[in-house]
């Protein structure tokens, strides 16, 4: 029998697609983008358009494991039946076990041995002893952040700070307008000047490009913002290539000359914003010729932008998180977040800024989380950035961490400061579960795998970071070999701890439900029923209060939440001046410090030239970049360099070379194909295994956190390149 299943891309990624998938005698047939879904429009990522690749890939892990070999052996590694590095032919259904590597064991026995050593552990050096380390592997409402919440809140573990990827960006926007919302990208259409900010499009939020390919038939015009060329750059209506981390003097500059020339909207700005006059005062110090020198964006350029800025109608700002990945990424976020406030733009439909629209997305947290089952009396435990886990795992005490409990993330190969993250992974005495769809980096350190099941298999709810549709993603298919969900494993491994809260009982429809319950205006009328029959739902904005305009189509009346104010700061106004900074021991208005590490930095006379350590186009962050289908679409261990860089190393196009810094080395192959400016070079994420000498490019970043939101700051770094005679 056929069958066709709707389900919602869990993906970290803004676009959050419908999806719909074909089912013909249990076995998945066929996946295609909804064509229904007012954003996803029929079509996927090239990535996701193969996804029964990765759901039946013979390298998914689909029984649990136990570890019979030293931690991350080089055996392990190059263990290669399909070509692939890491790959377990033996998990294969039917084949024989086990691996040099590993052993299959019952979902018994492995509940039973991570309950035990958690208790023991517990006993000698108490629960904080535990961390749990997740992150974007689904962003799934209940697989993402319920059960396992609630089981690490009532087990007292460690808390973790999740912090890698958008905690400054969104400190930095949050202290403008008080809240994640953000231009809907049907909105786009009406834009007539689209800057692209930091905002890799087509390789990251590929959806929105139609509405802005649309806008641009009808005269828009695109500028691309961003010290890497990207497929988006290229075909820009003008590119400005801005030195790494220097975006808050671009800003400054523009307002300078914004309001220095009295272009902006002193109506909207007298009515809803604060600090305004503060603002006019800092901008001054930034006259553009004195940002050209930071950015590396000429004067006149920099003078054209903001008048063009200011005075093209409705003009929009795609800003991501690229900007916010640099030592002052939160200050950087924080001077764009005012442009559109100072021009009025939030008042026009296609005008604003988009960052991000998860903040509408109102669901009950306290249900799905239960932060109530911290046992009474008992103090909030300690908190543990995501970013510095190599530090954590070398040097903690009191107690020292002796679990990791990895799920939904592959920290050996996502996070920064690689080497020292694989030292603390080594440690003989750490005991480290990952739940995994894949024999990931992060596998190679564990003592225990379980095996995941991917969306295809489990229900959830999904919202969204780039539009504002929530939906439910249907089960299409039971569950590969003996995986179970994020859901499903903690559910049982509470049992297994004897905790008998009522609340690991709930099934995943009643966390659907609970999810629902809202105070917030924007889910009233929106159920599990009615979501489960219209497969998407757009938020329930009410169109008196937040739309200045009506749209004459019928279409759904444009979402406009700033267009008379209305910001969730403590004044309710834009703030353009924020105790909130100051208390920080921040500029209350904005300023440009260079990160230590780059050019103008403090540590400038370390290694010379800037890296830039991107995400891949076809992979997401390293998730994907296992499968040979996904591999063809991408290169992967090359260093990006301008012609100038490599001429004065000796190096060619092609050759290969050492890229270090005093964190580490790798060794890739140069590129000199003009998508970097001189002093910048740029590598893409991938698993370290899959690369030579085991590496990737997180050798080389830091564990520095972001002047906001103690976030990552994968993009300042400084590296040195140098000829090799060939790669290891
Ligand atoms: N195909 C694909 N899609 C993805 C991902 C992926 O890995 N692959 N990752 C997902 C995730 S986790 C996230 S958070 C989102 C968001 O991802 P994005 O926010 O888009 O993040 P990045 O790709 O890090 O950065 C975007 C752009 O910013 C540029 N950039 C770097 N430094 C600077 C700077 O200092 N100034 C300026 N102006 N630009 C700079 C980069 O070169 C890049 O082209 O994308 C998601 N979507
Ligand atoms: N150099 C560099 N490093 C970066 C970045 C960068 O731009 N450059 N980007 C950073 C950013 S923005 C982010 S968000 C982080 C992302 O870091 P992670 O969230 O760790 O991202 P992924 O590499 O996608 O790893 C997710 C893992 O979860 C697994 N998974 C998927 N679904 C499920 C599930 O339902 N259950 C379980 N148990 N597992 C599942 C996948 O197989 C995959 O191995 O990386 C950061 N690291
Ligand atoms: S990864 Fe993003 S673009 Fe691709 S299908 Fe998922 S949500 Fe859509
Ligand atoms: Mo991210």
Redesign the pocket.
Known sequence: MKQVVHAACPH???DACGVLITVEGGRATKIQGDPRHPVTRGFL?A?VAKYLDRVYSPDRVLYPMRRIAAKGTAAERSFAPHGQPGACPELVEGAAVPTQAWQRITWDEALDEIAQRLRMIIAEFGSEAILPYSY?GTLGALNGASMDRRFFTRLGASELERTI??SAGEAGLESVMGVKLGTEPEQFVNSRYIIA????IH???VHLWPFIAEARRKGAKLVV????R?RTAACADWYLP?N????AALALAMMHVIIGEGLHDADYVARYTLGFDELREKVKAYPPERAAQWTGIAAEDIRKLAREYAAIRPAVIRV????Q??EGGGMATRAISMLPCITGSLKEAGGGIHLSTSGAFDLNKHSLRRPDLRPQGAKTPRAVNMVELGKALNTLSDPPLKALLVYSSNPAAVCPNHNEVVRGLRRPDLFTVVHEQFLTDTTDYADIVLPATTFFEHKDLQAAYGHYYLQISDQAIEPLGECRSNVELFRALATRMGFNDECFHESVDEMIDGALVSNNPWLQGITRKRLQSESHLRLNFAPSTESASKPADGAPQPFLPFARGNFRTPSGRAELYSEAMKSLGLDPVAEFTPPSESRYGSDKATFPLEL?A????????STFSNLPSIQQMEDTDLLEMHSADARSRGIVDGAPVRVYNHRGEIFLKARVDGAVQPGVV?AR?NWAKLSPGFRNINVLTSEKLSDLGNSAT??SVLVEVESTNSIP
């Open positions: 970290d990624c803004p990522c990535k974007g990827c958008s900010w930091a905002s890799n390789g990251n939020n913002i961003d010290p890497y990207t801005i790494p981390g220097t975006d991501n998180y690229g900007v990945r640099s830039l991107r995400k891949a186009d076809n992979f997401l962050n740029s994420l994968f993009y």
